[in-house]
Every structure is written in structure tokens, then in C-alpha cells.
């Protein structure tokens, strides 16, 4: 059950939108389902020639518009401004339908519990309920009570949505995640019909949000980081002190007006708590982006760019996992901030296979970076300098090097957003553990679609393998691997691509038991959908090997063969990069993410 609260001025107005037809014709048989004394006019039932009552609906709306409104004339200018409080609440997908008994005594203990009109106080303000759809009400009140003073409405909020988790375990509803004020503010109903209206598949809200978060991912400093939302086409005003110094910063897409014709301005703090310029600023201070040290031999430096960075990205990952899986406060905190910034990263530079599923991944997440849990003045600049080295490598390609070690990366981070789904869990954060659940579902999505081809690769050349070295490593994962890992049903079937790997680290020099040892000993198994295909990338990566199959065979000859390579490689990878951020100059364009 979902409780929505606003404020508004015109009692009328709203009365007419809740009787009326609605914007598609989606309101049927609008009606009360209570009211704060039970006789309230009702312009849906209190209407009908020949039977006494209102001959004309209007009549009946303007009665009761005048009857919600009468404290608020007696008071004159002690009402408040914005006299109208609105609350729609509605059940979750799935729940049995409330009748119309059932919904009023909810209106009842939502008014009662926000203040609005508590149980037994004759004083309360009035307020009604009405349904105009099987799966939700409002509740309009007006906020002068009958004494004419201002009813206190302090976290009016949080204490709806509390009474509405009581109310679903009392009445066998779904039950929802609670809420701890962490999140960002939901899209208003208004911001939502004016996307509707206009063609955009989400907010400008969203838009800014998510527009906001990639240009900080990895960003050395506040001007980098303002550089970066005007090159992705958003328009930035900054807030200045008298001394100069800027004290935060609104943004806003261009063509975004209202109704006088200004641009429909948005401050950073309004998008989301941890984006104001404050938090901004304290984060590229604590977590400054030096360059690490790269988990790249020397040898591999014929590998592009992005293929180098997601392989240092990768070692970075997996420390953040053990983290997240041994602390117990603010350091771990610290660290989903930073896995937060590689997912915007990561989703900002993807290929377009996987770009949609990385996106949906990064947008999950990013509720899961916020709790009561303050993150200490840990040292993230290790994963704030693997998201800076994503963004500066500029896109990568859905094919060869490139698209296998975004499938070497994407798998660890599956991996590191359940780790997080555990850390939040064990300190109660059902939003944020729910979140990072979400992301983990879209990021084995996006690692199917990426890991595909090279998989099947290795999968053909571990069939191909002679029987005898097929037999051997067949023996070393027997050997080695957990139990219950061999014993899971269709292992052996899965286990090509690992015997093909063992293959290949074995020509290259490698003790692939000793190897295989290492690779399982790095961390936990038991989150991993597939064991096998996790193997694989963490020891293609510890020995070094090429992510693509037969990438490092096929690498000198097109060098000597074809110079100019490397250039065009660059130039698509930029046009790759560029096309996540420079969607939001026109959000006409951009593709629907739900």
C-alpha cells in the first residue's frame, strides 16, 4: 500500500479531477467512501432528477467544496497558502480488492495518523475520501482545524506510510519495503503528466538525476565535474556567495519550460540527498581519483584502452566484495558509494548489447549507495579512480577484448551488488537490500548478453581439446573444486569453457591446479548462478590471459596488417561513449526504460 502526499491551493480544482473523467478515461464511478462526519455532499451519489437530491453533479461539487472550505473562509488569512492536503493511496499489483468499507476505515487511520483528524477530537480537520478506481483512494483535507488554528503535520509522510505497513499486515496485503527517508523524491504527479504530454518516456527529474550521478563518476574535481553535465547538454546555474565561492547549483534540460516560458530549474539537493554540491564536494575530497596501479602486465598493453581499465576495475571490485562481506559500519557504506559511481561508469561507456540492462542496473543501485549507516572518511579512491579510467577510455566495443572483459567485469559485479543485498539486509535496509537485488538481477542479464560469444567460443574449444588433456583437467576439477560444485546437476555438462581455460593457462606457463586453487580461494562461490563461468574470468584474469578467446593470436597480425586501426577503433568507441550522455540534450530520444 502506497501513500502519496501533496499540498495545493485550489479545493475546487482537485474535486473536479477526482469527479470528473480523468486524462484517458481511466475514473469509473466516482464516489465517497467517507468523510469526517459521515454526511458529506456527495456529487456522485447525492445527484438524480425526480428523487429530490441535486438535479446537477456541479451543485452537488460546489455544496461540498464549500463545506470543506468553510474553516478555511472563518479563518481569513490565518489559513495557510496552500490550504489543500492530498493523499492518494494505493494498494500494491496483485492485492484482492478493498470494498468500500474497508477503504474508509483506512482514510480513517491515515487522517488519524498524520494529524489530520485524530481519532476523537471534534476539532479535526475535515477531510473525505474518494474512489474513482478499484485499486486506490484520496483523501482531500483542508488545514484549518475547528478550533481555526493549523493542524501540526510534522513528517506527515513517513507517519502515512508507517500506518499503511500496519494496515497491510492487519488486512493480508502485500507487504512493501518501509522506507527510512533515505531516497531520493519521487516524480510529482504533475512532472509525470508533463512527461506524458510530451513524449518523454520518464521525468525531467529522472533525466537530471541520472545525468547528475554519471558527470560526479569518477570526476578529479567540482570543475570537472560541471564540465561534464554541460557537455552532456545540461543547462547549469550555479548559486554564488557574496565572497564568490559557489554555494550549490541548480540544472535543467534544455526546452524544459514552464508555463511563463523559464527553464523548469532543479537544485541538486531536490534530485537526490548525496547530490547536493556539499556532499559533491566532500565526496571528491575524500575520495580524490589518483591513478591506481594497474592489474595490466606490460605485456598486454597492445589490449585497447577500455579493455584495460575494466580489467583493473575488476581487481577493485572484488576488494570492495570482501569488504562489504567483513565490515560491519561506515567504511562498507563508503564503498557502495564507490561501487555506485563504477556502475554510472560502466553503464556510460557500455556497448549497445548491454547498455540498456547496465543503465537499469545503475539506476536500481543507486538507492542501495544511501542509509542511516554513515559512510566513514574511507579511502574509495581506488574505485573512484577505476570509474575515472572507465570514463576517460571512452566506449568499449560489444566485440573482441572489449566486449570480453565487460563480461569479466559485469560478472564480478553481480557478485559485489549481492554482497551489498547481504550488508543491508543484516542491518534491516529492505529498500536498499531490495535495490541492490534489482541491480543484480539486471547486471546477469547484461552479463549474458555480453559473455555469449565468448563463452561459446571456449565452450568449442574445450570440446575440441584432445581426449587425454580433456581427461587430466577433467581429474584437476574433481580434484580441486568444492563437492558439492562437482555433484550440482549439469556441472559437467557446463565445464568446457573452465577445461578450456585450465588449457590455455597451461601453455602459458601456468600451474592450472595451483591456479584453479587460487581462483576458488578468492572469495565465496555459493552467490554464483553459474561456478564455472565465474572460474573462468577469475582465472583468465589472474593468469593474464585474453578475455576474448583467441584475442592475443589474432592481435599482432591485424596490427602489422592494418595500421590505421587502432584510429577507427577509437573513433567508434568515443561514438559509442558519447551517445548515454548525450541523450539527455534531447529526452524525445531517449529509449523507455520500464
Known amino acids: 500500500m502506497v501513500p502519496d502526499i501533496g499540498r495545493g491551493s485550489r479545493t475546487h480544482g482537485l474535486l473536479v479531477y477526482l469527479y470528473g473523467p480523468g486524462r484517458r478515461e481511466e475514473h469509473t464511478d466516482a464516489h465517497l467512501v467517507g468523510s469526517w462526519d459521515g454526511f458529506a455532499p456527495d456529487p456522485g451519489r447525492d445527484t438524480g432528477r425526480g428523487t429530490g437530491l441535486d438535479p446537477d453533479p456541479r451543485v452537488t461539487l460546489a455544496r461540498l467544496t464549500a463545506a470543506l472550505d468553510l474553516r478555511v473562509k472563518q479563518a481569513g488569512d490565518r489559513a495557510p497558502a496552500e490550504h489543500v492536503w492530498h493523499c492518494s493511496v494505493r494498494t500494491a499489483p496483485g492485492d484482492r480488492r478493498l470494498d468500500d468499507e474497508e477503504w474508509n476505515a483506512v482514510a480513517q487511520r491515515i487522517v488519524h495518523a498524520t494529524g489530520i483528524a485524530p481519532a476523537g477530537d471534534p476539532d479535526g480537520c475535515r477531510w473525505i475520501a474518494v474512489r474513482h478506481a478499484e485499486d486506490h483512494i484520496h483523501i482531500v483535507a483542508t488545514l484549518v482545524r475547528g478550533d481555526l488554528r493549523n493542524p501540526r ?218 542509509s542511516h549507516v554513515r559512510a566513514e572518511r574511507a579511502d574509495t579512491r581506488a574505485l573512484r579512480s577505476a570509474a575515472r579510467g572507465i570514463v576517460q577510455a571512452g566506449g568499449a566495443l560489444g566485440r573482441g577484448e572489449d566486449g570480453g572483459t565487460t563480461a569479466m567485469l559485469v560478472s564480478t559485479l553481480v557478485l559485489v551488488t549481492l554482497a551489498a543485498a547481504r550488508w543491508h539486509s543484516a542491518r534491516g535496509h529492505a529498500q536498499q537490500a531490495h535495490a541492490s537485488q534489482q541491480a543484480a538481477a539486471h547486471l ?36 580441486v573444486l568444492p563437492e558439492k560444485v562437482v555433484r550440482a546437476e549439469g556441472m559437467e555438462a557446463r565445464t568446457d569453457a573452465l577445461i578450456a ?94
Open 153 to 370: 503535520l510534522n513528517y506527515d509522510f513517513n507517519k502515512a506510510q508507517a500506518e499503511c505497513r500496519r494496515i497491510e499486515k492487519e488486512m493480508g496485503l502485500r507487504r512493501l519495503n518501509a522506507g527510512d527517508g533515505t531516497a531520493a523524491k519521487n516524480p510529482s504527479s504533475a512532472e509525470k503528466f508533463k512527461a506524458e504530454r510530451t513524449g518523454r518516456p520518464e521525468t525531467s527529474r529522472e533525466t537530471l538525476r541520472e545525468a547528475v550521478r554519471r558527470a560526479v563518476a569518477g570526476a578529479d574535481s567540482e570543475e570537472e565535474f560541471f564540465t561534464r553535465l554541460r557537455e552532456a547538454g545540461v543547462r547549469v546555474k550555479l548559486r554564488h556567495a557574496p565572497s564568490g565561492d559557489a554555494l550549490g547549483y541548480n540544472v535543467a534540460l534544455p526546452g524544459d519550460r514552464n508555463r511563463d516560458g523559464d527553464p523548469v530549474w532543479y537544485p541538486g539537493s531536490k534530485l537526490a540527498p548525496d547530490l547536493s554540491l556539499p556532499k559533491i564536494r566532500l565526496r571528491l575530497t575524500d575520495g580524490a581519483a589518483e591513478p591506481s596501479p594497474p592489474a595490466v602486465g606490460a605485456d598486454r598493453t597492445n589490449w585497447s584502452p577500455p579493455a584495460r581499465q575494466r580489467r583493473n576495475a575488476v581487481v577493485i571490485a572484488e576488494r570492495s566484495a570482501t569488504l562489504l562481506e567483513r565490515d560491519d559500519g561506515g567504511e562498507a557504506a563508503a564503498q557502495l558509494v564507490g561501487v555506485g559511481e563504477l556502475l554510472d561508469a560502466v553503464a556510460q561507456t557500455s556497448p549497445a548489447t548491454t547498455r540498456a540492462e547496465l543503465a537499469a542496473a545503475a539506476r536500481a543501485f543507486e538507492r542501495a549507495t544511501r
Open 501 to 594: 581455460t585450465l588449457a590455455e593457462a597451461e601453455r602459458a606457463g601456468h600451474d592450472s591446479e595451483a591456479l584453479l586453487r587460487q581462483a576458488i580461494d578468492m572469495r565465496e562461490l555459493d552467490s554464483a548462478d553459474d561456478v564455472s563461468d565465474v572460474l573462468v574470468w577469475r582465472l583468465r584474469r589472474i593468469a593474464q590471459l585474453p578475455a576474448h578467446p583467441g584475442e592475443g593470436a589474432r592481435r599482432p597480425q591485424a596490427a602489422t596488417r592494418q595500421a590505421p586501426a587502432p584510429s577507427s577503433r577509437t573513433s567508434e568507441r568515443n561514438a559509442t561513449a558519447a551517445a548515454p550522455l548525450g541523450t539527455v540534450q534531447d529526452p524525445n530520444r531517449r529509449s523507455s526504460r520500464r
Open 444 to 479: 546477469r542479464t547484461a552479463y549474458r548478453q555480453a559473455a555469449a560469444m565468448p563463452m561459446r567460443m571456449l565452450h568449442d574449444q574445450g570440446r575440441t581439446l584432445p581426449e587425454a588433456q580433456r581427461r587430466t583437467h577433467e581429474a584437476t576439477l574433481r580434484a
